[in-house]
């Protein structure tokens, strides 16, 4: 059994002449919570869609559970889950719609959708919404159900794509118990952020600076490291060197 | 001043973030180019190529004759000979032939000896109006086949002629420019000045950007009309394209003032832009307000203007409803405008009704965005 | 996988606030409004009269119009000028006779006379057929005046031809039993073409087609999942605007219903990868519109939907073979009017069946998963 589900070596993403993600390389081990970091325009969002098959490398290797990203992407996207940043649920359809939806998609059969839909929202304290519209959710419920509807299906690993952006520090501090949670029953998750406190609960932390991974350790081994009291002060002491502005 | 020069940093952003998508741009100032050239060159009612087979049992001198004239005939095209009539319905299912032309059995013997001879004209029908056209042409061509053999030495009495001069009022070519012409920039200022703004105002909504602009320091007031000054420069834009194209292409003069069609197309450009706030303001999904505008204004000003069908052929009942659309109006001034080359008295009621609009537009659009602010 | 896209489908387009609604609404919309202002009808063209001879020739003249069967005597104007003003100019008379004073005196004195035939060309159609017939009809009156006056001799010894003419299919010459058929073409056009853009750009702008990009569903599926609503909603369209065609003009076509449901199966799926291959090169729904109705008025023009495409010259007349909606519009016709079959009309079902697969496969190789 490999217990190395993410493995990158030298991956590059040019558009035209400007280089997003620049020969980044590392391995991410199995129900591991490995946390990207990186300002806007660092090249993080492009690098998580190459390793979910949805962008193509211009050089370099990434195997991602057991598949290359180049060549069998589809095969990538049966394993994997993925939330993104822009909150993707459709809006007009039901919860459970949305979970039988989702579910359906990744091959799981109609009875075994509608006896896991009936726990998970159980486990999320969703029963009485179970029939509400998604759009008319408040922001942090639709999150948690995202990241419920992103695990439904049992993938090996879940890229989260900032998942807690623009909600209040209680509601993401139960976020990362659900995905505490989700990282025990043996999913990876791979996750960027830029809440620099998040960066604390994650295994380990790589930091994203012009396309380029500057560091990747432990939270305390990287505070050790750079002589820093968090992880901000860490962040901080690398993106002065930065030469790409924000956005 | 510092208002102003706020505002004029509005206005560049718009301009700019609608240049970046070229080819949206493109078509806008493409389309009215493309519908004066199809309008103008490729849509007519004229008869032309049309297909016919002969039946002719008979094969005489005469109906060789006729067969001939039709041959030479530079509107028909004869697509062969058919032995029996149950061959004709076939070929007009499957609508291969327009016309069927069949000689009676003796032709040539009937006529010289009875002086009367039979030919039936079989049209394909599904047209009425061609049909009627292709079967008169083609009983002129059949009688005007005999016109020489009927030069016979005159027989007293002298017989007595009546004779028709026709004259086609209007030339057709300019009449149907008089039609379309005014009737595409009303399309194309619906089209852009209404449908846009309505689509655009409602994406920023639908996106959420709204607020954010509303909570900046400019009045709403100005952000709107930020957000239409790009649409009306295209719209200049394409006004000065089709008034040269119809000068220029067409040949359809600018026979009255151009400051004129200038006031009036202001006129009806704010009417638009009204009308689109009006739209987005009352919808909440750029879908809506897309088949919204689609259908409460596209659709009325294609079939309804005078662009496609001529207004006066309408049953009364569709004129009336024609009135409550602005581009009814516009299209009538300009075509008294700029064709008829009349002066503003005569275009006053068009003005008139078109104020009206405007202001009762802006006063509902006004009073409802500011409700949905408060 | 297939199952759970389509039932998605459904549910958003049955949650749209106005989709519903408007499958119902527009077809009614169009089928009563556009008929009535599209009407080209040459039956019954509006004569009006100027006697200025007031004799017995004239006045038979006059009569004979009036009976001819083709006109409508709308008026008499006692001048030429007011007949074009107050009654060609306001579209209540298409043609004008004009009889002459001395019209009789002449016609016996110097054995012709003239008379003046105008003719407004603003439907081009009816002036040109009103003048046409016109002067048939002053021909016939001339030769009934020979006849009378004991011309018979050379009457008899002029040969005739008897041209009996006759319109296979819609005797009743009505303009609406053709205008309708393509007219639902039309609607299908309208509805089919328009979803797509809808749908697809909607999911662009609100980011769930990214949710679906990172998932195992292919690109064949997901166009797929798309195409198959847009097709049901055809049909409805299709049967909502037989049956009220039905009911508001009494039209019902003439083979079977299935020859009519084939073509428009293959049209509906031409008409939509038509608009999917729009909203895959669209980021935004203003663009997608943009682009729509751009094409969507030079294909109706160029349709033979107002002007029969055998109207148009050579280049335009090319320019129609890549227009999916004239083999359309064609097929509805004959199928209504002349009872054509699928065998008759091959040739426009292999060009829509072309335009399917073509448009389709770059509907499908377009649609990008992947940057």
């Keep these: 059994m490999n217990d190395t589900v993410i493995e990158v070596e030298g991956l590059t993403k040019r558009f035209g002449s400007f280089t997003a993600v620049d020969g980044i390389g590392f391995s991410v081990a199995r129900g591991e919570i490995f946390g990207f970091l990186g300002a806007n325009g660092a090249g993080k969002t492009t690098a998580m869609k190459m390793l979910c098959g949805i962008s193509r490398p211009t050089a370099g290797r990434a195997v991602v559970a057991g598949f290359d990203v180049g060549r069998h992407s589809e095969q990538i996207k049966r394993h994997i889950g993925y939330m993104s940043q822009k909150f993707s649920l459709y809006g007009e359809l039901k919860v459970w719609e949305n979970i039988r939806l989702y579910a359906g998609i990744y091959g799981m059969k109609s009875d075994e959708i509608a006896a896991k839909t009936e726990r998970v929202l159980a486990s999320l304290g969703f029963e009485n919404e179970r029939n509400s519209l998604v759009g008319s959710l408040p922001l942090g419920w639709k999150q948690k159900l995202a990241f419920a509807v992103s695990i439904f299906h049992n993938p090996q690993i879940v890229f989260l794509d900032e998942p807690t952006s623009g909600v209040d520090p209680s509601a993401r501090r139960r976020f990362w118990e659900q995905i505490y949670a989700a990282a025990d029953s043996g999913i990876t998750v791979f996750v960027t952020t830029h809440y620099m406190d998040e960066a604390e609960y994650c295994d380990r932390v790589s930091i994203m600076v012009d396309g380029r991974i500057e560091a990747l350790d432990t939270p305390a081994g990287l505070k050790e490291r750079f002589g820093a009291e968090d992880i901000y002060g860490v962040f901080h002491q690398l993106a002065r060197k930065a030469q790409r502005g924000e956005g | 001043m510092h208002r102003t020069s706020q505002f004029a940093a509005f206005v560049r952003k718009e301009i700019y973030h609608i240049f970046r998508d070229r080819r949206t741009v493109m078509i806008m100032l493409v389309m009215p180019i493309v519908q004066i050239i199809l309008f103008g060159f490729a849509i007519s009612n004229e008869v032309r190529n049309v297909r016919l087979v002969v039946l002719d049992p008979s094969r005489d001198a005469t109906t060789t004759q006729i067969v001939e004239s039709f041959r030479a005939n530079s509107y028909f095209t004869l697509m062969g000979s058919i032995n029996t009539p149950d061959q004709i319905e076939p070929l007009f299912r499957r609508g ?269 659009s006004l009073s409802k965005f500011k409700n949905r602010l408060a | ?220 599926k997901f166009i797929l999942a798309k195409l198959i609503p847009f097709w049901t909603i055809g049909y409805i369209v299709l049967t909502v605007a037989l049956f009220l065609s039905l009911l508001l003009y009494g039209l019902w076509p003439e083979s079977s219903l299935l020859t009519l449901y084939a073509g428009a199966t293959v049209f509906i799926v031409v008409i939509s990868g038509m608009g999917l291959l729009v909203s895959n090169s669209s980021s ?88």
């Design chain 3, 284 to 371: 935004n729904m203003q663009q997608a519109m943009f682009v729509t109705i751009f094409f969507l008025v030079i294909f109706m023009l160029m349709s033979g939907f107002f002007t029969p495409v055998t109207s148009m010259p050579e280049w335009a007349q090319w320019v129609t073979v890549f227009n999916p909606q004239r083999y359309f519009a064609e097929i509805m016709r004959m199928v209504y009017i002349k009872g054509s079959s699928i065998a008759d009309l091959w040739r426009d079902f292999l060009a829509l069946g072309l335009f399917a697969v073509v448009l389709n496969g770059l509907a499908i190789i377009s649609y990008r998963k992947r940057v």
């Design chain 3, 1 to 220: 996988m297939l199952k759970f896209l389509i039932e998605k489908e459904f549910k958003l387009i049955l949650r749209n606030p106005i989709l519903p609604r408007l499958i119902f609404i527009m077809p009614v919309v169009l089928l009563v409004i556009l008929p009535n202002a599209a009407n080209y009808e040459v039956r019954n063209i509006n004569l009006v009269v100027v006697d200025n001879d007031h004799s017995s020739y004239s006045a038979r003249l006059v009569a004979k119009s009036a009976s001819s069967g083709y006109f409508r005597l709308v008026a008499s104007e006692a001048s030429y000028e007011q007949a074009l003003e107050r009654q060609v100019e306001r579209g209540r008379a298409d043609v004008a006779l004009e009889i002459p004073q001395g019209f009789e005196r002449d016609l016996v004195r110097q054995g012709s006379a003239r008379v003046l035939i105008s003719a407004n060309t603003v439907n081009a159609t009816k002036g040109a057929l009103g003048s046409s017939y016109l002067a048939s009809v002053t021909a016939d009156v001339t030769r009934e005046i020979n006849l009378e006056r004991g011309a018979e001799a050379f009457a008899s010894q002029t040969p005739t031809i008897d041209v009996a003419t006759r319109n296979r299919y819609n005797q009743d010459m009505d303009y609406r039993a053709f205008m309708v058929p393509a007219l639902m073409m039309m609607l299908m056009t309208l509805l089919c073409g328009m979803m797509p853009a809808v749908s697809i750009v909607g999911e662009k702008e609100t980011g769930t087609i990214e949710q679906i990009n990172v998932t195992p569903v292919t690109k064949f």
């Design chain 2, 96 to 364: 291969e032939v327009d016309l069927a032309l069949v000689f009676g059995p003796n032709f040539h013997d009937d006529l010289t000896r009875e002086h009367r001879a039979q030919v039936q004209l079989i049209a394909d029908g599904a047209d009425p109006n061609m049909a009627s056209m292709i079967t008169y042409y083609a009983s002129n061509i059949i009688q005007g086949a005999l016109m020489p053999s009927a030069q016979q030495p005159s027989v007293t009495p002298s017989p007595m002629i009546i004779v028709p001069e026709i004259k086609l009022l209007y030339n057709p070519q300019m009449k149907s420019a008089y039609n379309f012409v005014p009737g595409i920039m009303g399309f194309i200022l619906t089209l852009i000045c209404a449908m846009m703004t309505a689509v655009s105002i409602v994406r920023e909504k639908e996106r959420g950007t709204m607020e954010v602009l509303l909570v900046s320091p400019m009045r709403p007031i100005f952000m709107i009309v930020a957000k239409m000054a790009p649409y009306m420069l295209v719209s200049a834009a394409n006004l000065v394209t089709i008034i040269l194209l119809s000068v220029y292409l067409l040949g359809v003069p600018v026979t009255g003032h151009l400051w004129l069609m200038g006031v009036t197309s202001l006129l009806f450009i704010s009417a638009s832009l009204a009308l689109g706030l009006l739209i987005s303001t009352l919808v909440r999904t750029q879908v809506v307000a897309m088949i919204l505008s689609g259908m409460a204004l596209m659709m009325p000003v294609a079939m309804l203007s005078g662009m496609m069908f001529p207004v006066e052929s309408m049953p009364l009942i569709l004129q009336w409803l024609s009135a409550i659309i602005p581009a009814r109006w516009y299209i009538a001034s300009i075509r008294k405008v700029m064709i008829e080359g009349l002066g503003i008295e005569y275009v006053l009621t068009e003005i008139a009704i078109t104020t009206g609009m405007v202001a009762a537009l802006i006063g509902i």
